[in-house]
């Protein structure tokens, strides 16, 4: 899995952080921080993640295919 992050789209929610913490952490009030390759066993938690952010600023991809970005829905909807 790789993470690419819109950083001129992120606005500092930090719902990423929250969600995801030993991926993603917030420096000061704006600055966010993050693992491009973070370990697999924080999948579910990186989908999440980028399903919460706002702006939408989180792209997941597959590392089996980095062009085709990871499409995983949440069941239960919201």
């Given at each position: 899995?790789?993470?690419v992050v819109d950083l001129n789209?992120?606005?500092?929610?930090?719902?990423?952080?929250?969600?995801?913490?030993?991926?993603f952490a917030m420096h000061g009030?704006?600055?966010?921080?993050y693992n491009p390759h973070a370990?697999?066993?924080?999948?579910?938690?990186?989908?999440?993640?980028?399903?919460?952010?706002?702006?939408?600023?989180?792209?997941?991809?597959?590392?089996?295919?980095?062009?085709?970005?990871?499409?995983?829905?949440?069941?239960?909807?919201?």
């Open positions: 899995m790789r993470l789209r992120c606005q500092g929610y930090a719902q990423c952080a929250f969600l995801a913490p030993d991926v009030d704006e600055a966010l921080l370990d697999d066993a924080q999948r579910e938690h990186v989908v999440r993640a980028a399903a919460a952010c706002p702006v939408q600023a989180i792209l997941v991809e597959d590392m089996g295919d980095a062009a085709a970005p990871v499409r995983e829905g949440l069941s239960g909807g919201r």
